[in-house]
């Protein structure tokens, strides 16, 4: 089964495959996703969204997401935090965190 799509009436529709034809035509519905198409997969193990991986994107395993809070922990019980300062808005709180961390 696939449901086309494309976009009707200014409105964004999206490309519904199966497992099989995703698999038979891999390229093509990539490609599709690159170009910014929502792209589902439906099988029998449910239905997925086909998303690209951008370089804006940060994918952390259990191991190193374990590790960053563990850090984060142990700097906080070291007193290493920053504290917004009374009437400090979050833009200038952000820019003071990070002119204390060029320097």
Do not use: C, H, W
């Not at 891999?26 to 690159?34: E, G, T, V």
């Not at 086909?50 to 007193?79: C, F, S, W």
């Amino acid at each position: 089964m696939i449901t086309f799509a494309g976009e009707i009436n200014n409105q964004k529709t999206m490309i519904i495959v199966t497992g099989r034809e995703f698999r038979a035509s891999q390229a093509k519905y990539f490609d599709y996703a690159n170009q910014g198409e929502d792209v589902i997969i439906k099988s029998r193990r449910g239905s997925f969204r086909l998303i690209p991986v951008t370089n804006e994107d940060v994918v952390y395993n259990d191991k190193q997401l374990t590790e960053m809070i563990d850090r984060a922990l142990k700097q906080v019980q070291a007193g290493e935090v920053y504290e917004m300062k009374e009437n400090e808005s979050a833009e200038q709180f952000i820019n003071r965190m990070l002119e204390d961390n060029d320097q």
